[in-house]
């Protein structure tokens, strides 16, 4: 096998012009693919951060509470019993905190907005509320209009620790006309049918998250319950960050059994965000509370269409360009092949199987396809790196809208560059499977009688 690799990679370098063409193309494929494969995972790492931050920790312990059948509202009572258990139970567990679910209506002396809201305790969820980011002024106010620099941030999200308190979204205080320091009022309708309204100060106001900051502000949770007319051992939902995400399927499988065996009335799986639910819940017939146990794929799986589009359109895009160099690939291996039909017919003349001859030419392809993967996976490396180091903003609307970020994200690991690897070698050894083949069958006679 060492003789045939080394016969390969001689003739490789014999016909130097058409290895570096063909060499080139094929990286060329792979950095396209290892960039694709990067912004795919960006797309995802962000609206895991995201998502996580803004309306679901990694497994949350979440249900309805009905008064009667007729009715449901999205909490959890008696929570602080639940958070006894998973602290016991969950070993895997890094932070748990809880939030009050609200919808309600908030009202500027503008304009007003119909907003899902979250009753956040900022102390207990600070290192998660932190990692989103500040927007300066000019992002959200006229700045002609007050004395301040553009660039300048006002007030900050750890004043949310106070009561009578709330931060807003970019396009939320556009939308309303305020900034930092204005009251706005709050408006609910209780669990109860009834209205209930509170004035909060704006505290600070954050940049938009995509699609994500349409659905969420933040207020103190002790303001929601008020509002609601809850009691402090009611939330909405139990978070649950984990110090490893890839255990989120088995901690959730976990958790369904230990409430239950504990006695605990639990909901059907279903991978649905609560507000999706909430309609069928209200029309079944029970009474009571029932614990649902979600995961953050389960709470942002109206987004996950986003990720699902951008790789279709990615791999659909790199299938032709593949088609095109397997095309490529067996034409070249078509040429290789006449022009050294004479050094096949000595070589089975000599004693050469046909299996062997196979081996000789597969080995030239792989170590061709291979060379050119490598390089274009390392370029497709560094450029992700670097593009990342600029944190390149997203100018257009509609791209912060969609890929969740205000700049472009790229998050390239093991597992996508393995996957380029697997790509590429497939196609392409696949590709030249049938001109290799067709050597082997080539009569040593008229083989080496051929002159080229």
Known sequence: MYIFALIAIRNLFKNKSRTLILGGVVAGIALVLTFLLALIQGVQATMINNGTALMSGHVNIAGFYKITPSSASPTVTHFKELADIAQKEIPELELIVDRVKAYGRVISESDSLQVPMWGVNYE????????????????????????????????????????????????????????????????????????????????????????????????????????????????????????????????????????????????????QPFFIKIDRVTGESWSGQRIDITTWEDETSFLKWVVQLLTSMSYALVIVLLIIVVIGLMNTLWMSIRERTSEIGTLRAIGLQRIQVFILFLLESFFLIFGGTLLGVFLGTCIVKLLNLFKIPLTVETLRVFLMSNTLSFEIGWLQIIQVFIIMLTFLLFGSLFPIWQATRLRPVSAIQNIN
Do not use: C
């Not at 709330?166 to 209780?190: E, I, N, R, W, Y």
């Open 124 to 271: 207990q969820e600070k290192k998660i509320l932190n990692r989103l980011e500040m927007a300066p002024i000019k992002e959200y106010w006229d700045t002609s209009e007050i004395k301040s620099n553009g660039e300048t941030i006002e007030g900050h999200i750890d004043q949310l620790a106070t009561r009578g308190t709330l931060v807003l979204f970019v396009s939320q205080a556009k939308k309303l006309k305020v900034h930092v320091g204005d009251m706005v009022t709050v408006s609910m309708p209780t669990y109860r049918n009834m209205s209930n309204t509170k004035d909060l100060r704006v505290v600070a106001v954050l940049r938009d998250l995509g699609l994500m900051s349409q659905f969420s502000l933040f207020i103190h949770a002790d303001d929601a319950r008020e509002i609601y007319q809850i009691k402090k051992e009611t939330t909405g939902q139990i978070m649950l960050f984990l110090k490893d995400i890839s255990l989120v399927p088995q901690v959730e499988e976990k958790l369904r059994k230990v409430l239950a065996q504990k006695g605990y009335a639990m909901m059907e799986k279903e991978a």
